[in-house]
């Protein structure tokens, strides 16, 4: 335990607040490595201040600022190419080599909405041409289509991408199941892949994406579902582990914990242990929520930590949709935005 830390027993919003405030103005010196991952960083941030009710922190201007950057890193009319960049990068002053990447079309995308944004300036038919390419043989996506990753990851995204947007046509949706089908391992959850070790944010990934494309209880059965079901209630020790001996980490309190709210048995956990273990992992120092108890806060952890306390109904958060990881408020704006889509 770092000196000066206690063990707090409840939510220290305030500090959380500011935490991820400070997220968005300045990066700590121990992340610079991930300079390049800054609309990721901005998605956990801003995200995590509406799960907090504390939006209102970040004036208009700051948002007005926070869109238009945002937007500056949409690669349009590229074809294949065409998506969200991650960050500011020496490509945007040269047309040849900027390249979407699709986790980052999705948290741009998320982030927009979260942001009030109304898409109108997405270039949709662009972003979906790109999505399609980044789809290979066996089903799965990669994380863009210049010799890239492929793995459960980045299918599901693809999958919130195209739910964001209301179009499908980029994903061909029967060979992204028959990845999802054969990636089932033998204890009847999901690993990144085929014949994979199953794993909680793999298998969030792979039912999350079931859910948006309204395939998940047509294609499992209710033997693979049940079986499912009771991997992801054994992740519970007090927090929730991703594998089977491995220690509770608060980012599995949404992985797993989402994971049962789509399959409907999250009132099968223990959600007092859960909770207490959530709240351990804060820093009541500088804010945030770290991965174990003794260990440094970060923005991913801040955020989905939070994601955890939000789906057990902690006083005073906003609900969240479990499916898109945007909260029910940038749920609804994106509703809206459906319906005059089809106007």
Same mark, same amino acid.
């Given at each position: 335990?770092?000196?000066?830390?206690?063990?707090?027993?409840?939510?220290?919003?305030?500090?959380?607040?500011?935490?991820?405030?400070?997220?968005?103005?300045?990066?700590?010196?121990?992340?610079?490595?991930?300079?390049?991952?800054?609309?990721?960083?901005?998605?956990?941030?801003?995200?995590?201040?509406?799960?907090?009710?504390?939006?209102?922190?970040?004036?208009?201007t700051e948002k007005t600022a926070a869109i238009e950057w945002i937007y500056g890193?949409?690669?349009?009319? %590229?074809?294949?190419? &065409?998506?969200?960049?991650?960050?500011? =990068? #020496?490509? !945007?002053?040269?047309? /040849?080599?900027?390249?979407? $990447?699709?986790?980052?079309?999705?948290?741009?995308?998320?982030?927009?909405?979260?942001?009030?944004?109304?898409?109108?300036?997405?270039?949709?038919?662009?972003?979906?041409?790109?999505?399609? %390419?980044?789809?290979? &043989?066996?089903?799965?996506?990669?994380? =863009? #289509?210049? !010799?890239?990753?492929? /793995?459960?990851?980045?299918? $599901?995204?693809?999958?919130?991408?195209?739910?964001?947007?209301?179009?499908?046509?980029?994903?061909?949706?029967?060979?992204?199941?028959?990845?999802?089908?054969?990636?089932?391992?033998?204890?009847?959850?999901?690993?990144q892949g085929p014949e994979l070790e199953s794993h909680g944010g793999s298998t969030?990934?792979?039912?999350?994406?079931? $859910?948006?494309m309204n395939e998940l209880d047509r294609v499992l059965s209710n033997d693979q579902?049940?079986?499912?079901?009771?991997?992801?209630?054994?992740?519970?020790?007090?927090?929730?582990?991703?594998?089977?001996?491995?220690?509770?980490?608060?980012?599995?309190?949404?992985?797993?914990?989402?994971?049962?709210?789509?399959?409907?048995?999250?009132?099968?956990?223990?959600?007092?242990?859960?909770?207490?273990?959530?709240?351990?992992?804060?820093?009541?120092?500088?804010?945030?929520?770290?991965?174990?108890?003794?260990?440094?806060?970060?923005?991913?952890?801040?955020?989905?930590?939070?994601?955890?306390?939000?789906?057990?109904?902690?006083?005073?958060?906003?609900?969240?949709?479990?499916?898109?990881?945007?909260?029910?408020?940038?749920?609804?704006?994106?509703?809206?935005?459906?319906?005059?889509?089809?106007?």
């Amino acid at each position: 335990m770092e000196m000066g830390r206690t063990m707090p027993v409840e939510l220290d919003k305030k500090r959380h607040a500011y935490y991820l405030k400070r997220i968005l103005q300045v990066m700590p010196s121990k992340m610079a490595q991930y300079d390049s991952n800054r609309l990721m960083f901005a998605f956990f941030a801003i995200s995590g201040l509406d799960v907090l009710n504390c939006l209102d922190m970040i004036n208009e201007t700051e948002k007005t600022a926070a869109i238009e950057w945002i937007y500056g890193r949409q690669v349009s009319n %590229a074809g294949a190419k &065409s998506g969200f960049q991650p960050s500011t =990068m #020496i490509s !945007d002053q040269t047309p /040849d080599y900027q390249c979407g $990447y699709l986790p980052m079309t999705y948290t741009g995308l998320a982030t927009l909405l979260t942001l009030g944004d109304d898409l109108s300036r997405v270039d949709k038919k662009s972003i979906i041409e790109g999505v399609k %390419a980044c789809q290979n &043989s066996n089903g799965c996506f990669m994380a =863009m #289509i210049t !010799d890239s990753e492929c /793995d459960m990851r980045f299918l $599901y995204c693809a999958c919130c991408v195209s739910a964001i947007l209301d179009d499908w046509s980029g994903v061909d949706r029967a060979r992204a199941i028959d990845y999802i089908i054969k990636s089932i391992s033998y204890d009847g959850a999901m690993g990144q892949g085929p014949e994979l070790e199953s794993h909680g944010g793999s298998t969030f990934c792979a039912v999350a994406s079931l $859910y948006l494309m309204n395939e998940l209880d047509r294609v499992l059965s209710n033997d693979q579902l049940e079986r499912l079901r009771r991997w992801c209630l054994m992740r519970q020790n007090d927090g929730f582990q991703g594998r089977p001996g491995k220690p509770s980490d608060t980012c599995y309190s949404f992985w797993i914990g989402a994971t049962l709210h789509l399959l409907n048995v999250a009132n099968l956990t223990d959600p007092e242990e859960n909770r207490e273990f959530i709240l351990s992992t804060q820093d009541n120092i500088i804010g945030g929520f770290s991965k174990f108890y003794d260990t440094h806060s970060d923005p991913l952890h801040t955020y989905l930590g939070l994601c955890g306390l939000s789906l057990l109904e902690y006083p005073e958060l906003q609900s969240i949709n479990a499916a898109l990881n945007i909260s029910s408020r940038a749920y609804a704006h994106l509703q809206e935005i459906h319906k005059n889509w089809k106007n």
